[in-house]
């Protein structure tokens, strides 16, 4: 079955078909029964929509970027493939194991060490002990903190935490990696090694869906571009080309 | 069947939430999980003082007749008030990672139970000191633990989900809790009931556990059996509908946090 797919390199991994969402936005959201009973007239609600008929096809082994200005939908895109979210109407349809990096260190507790916490955050990704076990070591290696790894996580600078973070969610080793402007933190050198090791696994033919402001590292990393606005998908194409029409328009 | 692989693929996750759950509860505490005994114990006191010197329950080794059936009342108890919190309070992660959302209530019933096998020793224990020992109807036991496993997770799937739209819940539970304590036979016995009220009674899937707990413990006789078969289908059904409100209401968990 794996062996079919990979020989197969134009399988659709990631199938999203006339996707939409909105979200109701209340001005003074009633929570309890009480004020829901008192303030019913005060659930005036206002429904935004996100995203508009969205469709999308990614194959295996492509690395796709999401741009567009802020508020035009892609991280809520994002969140929709990662299943945190779902949406009002269409389907998405995804092949294979997924990670996310949407929100770096989900789970880290601060009062555990290092090490401990990348028992924790793993396991929500969905490894096991025997398959982090096999990880650890790659990922401190990876993560640069040395001897401050069995120290507790609230100790940490926000680049350390960051570090260690990001070295665990690409140490997973899913088949598509969801990666949410992650890269902000960090000083030069580790956006680079970040960067580098995003292109390595590239080379290994996994997804990636990457969104960013930063046009360098996309021209750095993706083939293909998609551009959103408002909602909706306004072009849809070769990295350079899209990049060009996006700022002209942005200029 | 979906949801067992993915609860297989994440086990890991399972375990450290349990584990979590389990230990970080009496983290902040000088005697840590010494309290899992303590706690009990003082309870059992304060009835043990008040029931037979106060309100003069004549009945015979009063004490007894409470351990059995209150400690595994205490479980019941922790587990369904704690289950209003359980979505609620791991909102962080929700939003952040995909995970089987049902591990949060299985986690919560799991630690309890944990627990509640810890405080297990206490029974045990006054079991012997009082002389009553361990009797043949003991094998019925793990069945009646089973049974109410299942009835608190289905129940934790219903209050965990539904909290979140209704935050009332957590507040109006925690009341209804102590109403349930007193019509269920924890401190009394099932026949002290006057036989007219005693159908509406049996209503309460709780009445049979706690009996089936003071038969096989403090009688030492077989529980009825025909009753606990029918409970347990029962309860599976309910744990069936509880999945489904669950899974009904996870949808928009994110969103409403």
Redesign the interface.
């Known amino acids: 079955m794996i062996l079919r797919k990979s020989k197969n390199k134009d399988d659709v991994v990631i199938k999203v078909s006339h996707v939409s969402k909105h979200?109701n936005v209340y001005y003074d959201k009633a929570?309890?029964?009480?004020e829901r009973m008192i303030f019913f007239n005060r659930n005036k609600k206002e429904v935004r929509n996100v995203l508009q008929d969205i469709n999308l096809e990614i194959k295996k082994g492509e690395t796709v970027a999401l741009i567009g200005v802020n508020g035009s939908g892609k991280s809520t895109l994002l969140?929709l493939l990662?299943?945190?979210?779902?949406p009002n109407s269409g389907t998405i349809e995804i092949k294979g194991k997924l990670t996310?990096l949407?929100?770096l260190g989900?789970?880290f507790?601060p009062d555990f060490s290092g090490r401990e916490n990348i028992?924790?955050n793993?396991?929500?990704?969905?490894?096991?002990?025997t398959q982090?076990d096999k990880r650890i070591d790659d990922i401190i290696a990876f993560s640069e903190l040395g001897e401050y790894i069995d120290n507790p996580i609230r100790t940490y600078s926000s680049g350390m935490y960051m570090r260690l973070a990001f070295a665990v969610a690409i140490n997973v080793d899913a088949d598509i990696l969801l990666i949410d402007e992650v890269l902000a933190v960090g000083d030069q050198h580790f956006q680079e090694k970040c960067l580098n090791k995003m292109k390595e696994l590239k080379s290994e033919g996994k997804t990636m869906v990457f969104v960013s402001h930063s046009m360098d590292a996309v021209k750095f990393l993706c083939d293909r571009s998609v551009w959103l606005y408002n909602g909706k998908i306004r072009e849809d194409g070769n990295t350079d080309k899209v990049i060009k029409e996006y700022l002209k328009e942005c200029a | 069947m979906k949801l067992f692989k993915e609860l297989y693929?994440?086990?890991?996750?399972l375990?450290?939430s349990i584990r979590?759950e389990f230990r970080g509860k009496y983290k902040k505490s000088f005697l840590g999980v010494l309290w899992s005994f303590i706690n009990p114990l003082l309870q059992l006191l304060v009835y043990a003082l008040v029931f037979p010197f106060i309100m003069r329950v004549q009945v015979e080794n009063y004490t007894m007749f409470l351990v059995v059936t209150l400690i595994p009342w205490n479980f019941f108890n922790a587990t369904v008030c704690q289950s209003t919190s359980t979505i609620i309070a791991s909102s962080?992660?929700?939003?952040?990672?995909?995970?089987p959302r049902e591990i949060l209530p299985i986690s919560n019933v799991t630690s309890n139970l944990l627990n509640f096998l810890i405080s297990c020793i206490i029974i045990v224990a006054a079991l012997f000191i009082s002389g009553i020992g361990i009797g043949p109807s003991i094998i019925y036991l793990p069945i009646i633990v089973l049974l109410q496993y299942i009835f608190s997770l289905a129940i934790s799937f219903i209050l965990s989900s539904i909290t979140v739209y209704?935050?009332?819940l957590e507040y109006f539970v925690s009341v209804l809790m102590m109403l349930w304590f007193y019509l269920t036979p924890v401190l009394y016995e099932i026949t002290m009931i006057p036989a007219k009220f005693r159908a509406i009674f049996n209503l309460n899937p709780m009445v049979h556990i706690i009996t089936a707990y003071r038969d096989i413990l403090y009688y030492q006789k077989t529980p009825d059996m025909l009753v606990i078969f029918g409970m347990l289908g029962g309860c599976i059904l309910l744990l069936v509908l509880g999945y489904f409100i669950f899974n009904k209401c996870e949808?928009?968990f994110?969103?409403e946090l």
Do not use: P
């Open positions: 979200f929570n309890t029964l009480k969140k990662t299943k945190i979210i779902y996310s949407l929100e989900a789970g507790h028992y924790f793993a396991s929500i990704f969905g490894l096991n002990k982090i | 693929q994440y086990r890991e996750f375990k450290t979590k962080g992660i929700i939003k952040k990672v995909y995970f209704i935050r009332d949808k928009k994110a969103e």
